[in-house]
């Protein structure tokens, strides 16, 4: 079983950054795929970001490359995700989840462990 605790959401203007973090506990973090999903009001939730077990090789939604990063420290069994250059069109629900595999995983049934969600909203 694993525990996942996201924090760092909030209100930022449009162009602004936001750092979000998802503290993990129970079994191996390291061992976890790692990602990171949002979801708007009315919307399905859809991938973001996401981290294979290494740290190495992040893999993005096309509407974030560029301006969103994902990372890890094993270490701390924490799981990053960098937003930069937010549009309003970001606001949503954010979401940290975990897969019990070694590869990138990107659809949503693939991840086994997710957070409760923390709000971002970006303002024009």
């Known amino acids: 079983q694993v525990q996942l605790v996201e924090s760092g959401g909030g209100l930022v203007q449009a162009g602004g950054s936001l750092r979000l973090s998802c503290a993990a506990s129970g079994r191996t973090f390291s061992s976890y795929a790692m990602g990171w999903f949002r979801q708007a009001p009315g919307k399905e939730r859809e991938f973001v970001a996401a981290?294979?077990?290494?740290?190495?090789?992040?893999y993005y939604a096309d509407r974030v490359k560029g301006r969103f990063a994902i990372s890890r420290d094993n270490a701390k069994n924490t799981v990053y995700l960098q937003m930069n250059s937010l549009k309003p069109e970001d606001t949503a629900v954010y979401y940290c989840a975990a897969g019990d595999d070694v590869g990138v995983l990107i659809a949503r049934d693939e991840y086994d462990y997710w957070g409760q969600g923390t709000q971002v909203t970006v303002s024009s």
């Open positions: 981290i294979r077990w290494s740290g190495r090789n992040g």
